[in-house]
């Protein structure tokens, strides 16, 4: 019998003496009634060198994310398609390299600053904003910090925040934590986030799932798009 809580891309990395321990945070899984999505950092530079595994692309695109972000292309796709088929709201998180802003100043450790050059950090072509949606320029790693994206939300009446993009343990990571201490329901969809390292990425979901989020699978995100507005995406 398949365990639909612990059914995820991390099954095969996190022990099963490790997973009972976590029983008591299983709960039944949700979406609210008025989400929007929330897609983390989908520029250039995590694409950079192609759909090549990452131990190839390392020494010469050392801030891509190699074959993981280009296989979450297509779910990514997927789920953009539905929620702007039904009107859900969409936001979009790039980093802030506006002269003014200072960005060469700002790093989390001492490890070398990425280069902050503007093309590496336009949209990818597949996820360009579109219409009115809103972009949210940030310093840090979360889209919460320092930025009015909580006011948006509220504005909106937002309960839900669906997150995806990458990195799965870094920006992803954050902006879920600071959207639950903001008081939102979040939900992270699986194959639409993505991490350098694979045992970063399904670890860390294991952890968010557990702690602060729902992580769905995008089909089940999407079916539960259709049912509630009985049509088909």
């Not at 953009?80 to 979009?92: D, N, T």
Request: charged share 25%.
């Amino acid at each position: 019998m398949v365990d639909y809580f612990e059914d995820h891309c991390w099954k095969d990395v996190v022990p099963v003496e490790l997973v009972e321990l976590y029983r008591p945070y299983r709960r039944e899984l949700y979406v609210g009634p008025r989400p929007a999505l929330l897609a983390i950092d989908l520029y250039e530079i995590a694409y950079r060198g192609g759909p090549r595994p990452m131990h190839e692309l390392a020494s010469e695109y050392p801030d891509s994310c190699g074959i993981y972000a280009w296989n979450a292309i297509e779910p990514t796709k997927r789920l953009f398609a539905a929620a702007r088929k039904l009107g859900i709201p969409v936001f979009h998180t790039t980093t802030d390299i506006r002269a003014n802003a200072k960005p060469a100043t700002i790093r989390a450790t001492n490890r070398p600053i990425a280069e902050k050059d503007a093309k590496h950090f336009t949209f990818h072509k597949d996820f360009v904003p579109e219409g009115e949606e809103v972009v949210i320029h940030k310093q840090r790693a979360s889209g919460f910090f320092g930025t009015p994206l909580t006011a948006h939300l509220v504005q909106l009446k937002v309960d839900t925040v669906i997150v995806l993009g990458e990195t799965t343990s870094g920006c992803v990571r954050a902006s879920t934590v600071d959207g639950f201490s903001h008081g939102f329901h979040m939900v992270v969809a699986e194959e639409c986030c993505f991490d350098r390292s694979e045992i970063s990425h399904k670890v860390n979901l294991f952890d968010l799932h557990h702690k602060y989020a729902d992580v769905l699978k995008t089909e089940e995100i999407v079916a539960e798009f259709e049912k509630r507005h009985g049509e088909k995406c």
